[in-house]
């Protein structure tokens, strides 16, 4: 079993930065960073291979938003900048086991979720 508990939320105005956390216990082989917007469905993010640190990311946020992974602490990050307004949403953590899927940022792929910590960017 793996537990994901994200932090790091809060309200930033349009151009401003949020660091997001998200502790894990147990061992993974995929993580990743999914958001929800009101009205929309759950979308990815970021994913990236526990091991190797090797990063995907969606295109809305290519060159914003940075994952990252500290092993030691068994915690993954999300560090995004130049938030706009449409970054708005709930933000899920994610991890899957499987060493026979990829870590792109694809829903289908993640069946161990965190609660979600909400992101608020005000323009």
């Known amino acids: 079993q793996v537990q994901l508990v994200e932090s790091g939320g809060g309200s930033v105005q349009a151009g401003g930065s949020l660091r997001l956390s998200c502790a894990a216990s147990g061992s993974t082989y995929c993580m990743g960073w999914f958001r929800e917007a009101p009205g929309k469905e759950r979308e990815g993010v970021a994913g990236?291979?526990?091991?190797?640190?090797?990063?995907e990311y969606a295109d809305s946020v290519k060159g914003r938003f940075t994952v990252s992974r500290d092993a030691a602490k068994n915690t993954l990050y999300l560090q995004m900048n130049s938030l706009k307004p449409e970054d708005t949403g709930m933000y899920y953590c994610a991890a899957h086991k499987s060493i026979f899927a990829t870590c792109a940022p694809k829903l289908v792929l993640y069946n161990y979720w965190g609660q979600g910590t909400q992101v608020t960017v005000s323009s």
């Open positions: 990236v291979w526990s091991g190797t640190g090797v990063s």
